[in-house]
């Protein structure tokens, strides 16, 4: 604060001495607890004996810990910063309250750690505050998916599509495309009034430093909060980081307000949930996660919602992503989380290193609730779109091998390359729900089919540019509605046909 | 394990003697219904006052605590929105 005159210089001074003289001098009385013991970031705790589960503990020099195990005589806390001061003997003050995270418009923008402590270099001045764990909405409380969330991306909004307050799973091996999917989902809500919360949970802080870096530079972060724990913070701070930034959501979901928040990604959380477990000396079980790795997760993607009407009509949409390995979707934390989501988006390393971006398995993904919310538009020209592809991808195994194919076949492969072309998008580049549904009628339409493969991204592109110009009002229609009428069909077709022609004739 | 300590403790800062210590003890014996017999550990850092830990509560009125309830309560009033300064009368020329 800087002070610019003699005037607020004393109008300082004066209001300075004024709250001195209001401030009461009491005595601070608070329950204390000793350290027993203090290793790899868990520590036994004797005393506090009124603590409650996942009240946060105060020890010297600003460390705090998160209550995750109550006993007759000692407490289990986790350190959610660094343990250098706490040995045993050390003193710990309960503090009364749970893990909490600020809440609020003025969060919209940061990036913040769970604990609400601002990572981006500026102050953060809030003043409401939520519990990082809540209970998910009531039935009583939701209401169907019924609204589309566009990805900008034409493989899912025509195939796996994603309703508001749906739980969609991005699984996939490494370097697959799973953050990008996300990254691209976020850039496609500018204007569209949703909040956007991306939780990095132990991930690099070079990786979060640039996600940050892309959605600043693409205008993204005027509507969206980061909440990052790094792969260098303990595990209890990875552990809260999905329930802080979802307790962030639910404030806007409370106020009618829609949110789309990803989890990136579950796995390392469920890694972090095992390692305080297995410190905190409780059972393990299959692959030595505790026997509530599977509560964790549904108690976290329970909260994503549609509310009904009379809870304000707001939604939470979410996105966590798993990574497999070696694309084995039946080992545990993924089986779990697909069995608690409405569906999934799988993405496979084959398709990705022959150049399918994104790498979309049609077959293995699936949107349980989605095609409820999708766009009439989209939904009547793309409905077969999938079915088509996972032919495509069935018969392109045998051609592959050389093997001689009636006509029939020959025509499928040949139309399937062509869908799978026209599907390809860059990493940045999200397209509008007209853009998509003039694609999937040009697709319907054969405007690719004399095209050869390497030309298709180029003519894609040019069609697009065309039918902008030549029929902006059936595009305004489309974005409007998300309709597509007999009407508007034979006039996109007409620039289509004029468009091969100009085309054929250049 | 490690030893727990079951004796009351008493952090206090420095200048004290025995006679400031037995008033304290009996404050709380009095005050607590049983004696109280401190375990005595001299604290400069405390600035002034003492911190006292008997059976699982802690008993502050230490300066330090107390500046430190000063500055936070001083920083929330300054965060707070208040009335611009009206400005000085101008004096006559």
């Known amino acids: ?506 | 394990m490690s030893t727990i300590r079951k004796n009351p403790i008493l952090r206090i800062a420095p200048p004290y003697d025995d006679a400031l210590i037995r008033y304290i003890e009996k404050g709380f014996s009095d005050r607590l219904g049983y004696g109280v017999q401190f375990d005595v550990r001299e604290d400069p850092s405390l600035l002034c006052g003492f911190i006292a830990y008997i059976r699982g509560t802690v008993y502050d009125v230490s300066g330090k605590t107390q500046l430190a309830g000063v500055s936070a309560y001083l920083i929330d009033a300054m965060n707070a929105p208040r009335p611009a300064p009206e400005p000085l009368e101008q004096e006559d020329a």
């Open chain 1, 1 to 506: 604060m800087s002070i610019r005159s003699d005037v607020e210089r004393a109008a300082l001074s004066a209001f300075l001495h004024e709250k001195v003289g209001e401030y009461k001098f009491q005595p601070s009385i608070y329950r204390y607890g000793i350290v027993q013991s203090a290793k790899d970031d868990v520590i036994t705790i004797h005393g506090l004996s009124g603590c409650r589960y996942g009240e946060i503990l105060q020890f010297d020099h600003d460390v705090y810990g998160l209550v995750l195990d109550l006993s007759m005589d000692t407490i289990g806390a986790a350190l959610l910063n660094s343990d250098a001061f706490v040995a045993a003997g050390t003193i710990a003050r309960g503090t009364g309250r749970v893990a909490d995270i600020c809440v609020g418009d003025s969060v919209i923008g940061r990036v913040i750690d769970p604990l609400g402590r601002p990572l981006d270099g500026a102050p953060l001045s809030t003043v409401e505050t939520r519990p990082v764990e809540n209970r998910a909405p009531s039935i009583i409380d939701r209401a169907p998916v019924k609204r589309p969330l566009e990805t900008g991306i034409l493989a899912i909004d025509s195939m796996v599509p994603i309703g508001r307050g749906q739980r969609e799973l991005i699984i996939g091996d490494r370097q697959t495309g799973k953050t990008s999917i996300a990254l691209s989902a976020i850039r496609n809500q500018r204007g569209n009034g949703v909040i956007c919360i991306y939780c990095a949970i132990g991930q690099k802080a070079a990786t979060t430093a640039r996600i940050v870096h892309a959605l600043r530079e693409s205008g993204s972060m005027e509507y969206s909060i980061v909440v990052a724990s790094s792969a260098s913070d303990s595990a209890a701070m990875q552990y809260l980081t999905p329930f802080a930034g979802c307790a962030i959501a639910e404030h806007f979901m409370e106020q009618g307000r829609d949110v789309l928040i990803v989890y990136d990604d579950l796995s390392k959380h469920a890694i972090a949930y095992r390692t305080m477990s297995l410190l905190l000396r409780r059972p393990a079980g299959r692959e030595a996660y505790p026997g509530d790795i599977f509560y964790l997760h549904s108690r976290l993607l329970e909260r994503g919602a549609q509310l009904s009407p009379a809870r304000g009509g707001g939604s939470m949409t979410v996105l966590p992503i798993v990574e497999t390995v070696g694309g084995d979707i039946s080992s545990y934390i993924p089986t779990n989380i697909i069995s608690i989501t409405d569906g999934q988006i799988y993405l496979s390393s084959d398709l990705f290193f022959a150049g399918q971006r994104p790498a979309i398995n049609v077959g293995l993904s699936v949107s349980r609730i989605g095609s409820s919310a999708q766009h009439p538009a989209i939904k009547w020209i793309g409905g077969r779109l999938r079915l088509s592809i996972a032919q495509y991808r069935e018969l392109a195994v045998f051609a592959q091998f050389g093997a001689e194919v009636d006509a029939t076949t020959a025509k499928q492969i040949h139309r399937g390359e062509r869908m799978m072309e026209v599907l390809k998008q860059g990493q940045e580049e999200t397209l509008s729900v007209a853009s998509e549904a003039v694609l999937l009628l040009a697709l319907a339409h054969n405007v690719f089919w004399d095209l050869p493969l390497s030309e298709i991204r180029s003519v894609k592109y040019a069609l697009l540019d065309f039918v902008r110009s030549a029929c902006p009002g059936s595009l305004r229609a489309i974005e409007a509605t998300g309709e597509l009428n007999q009407e508007e069909i034979a006039t996109l077709k007409k620039a289509m046909d004029a468009f091969l022609e100009g085309r054929n004739a250049g």
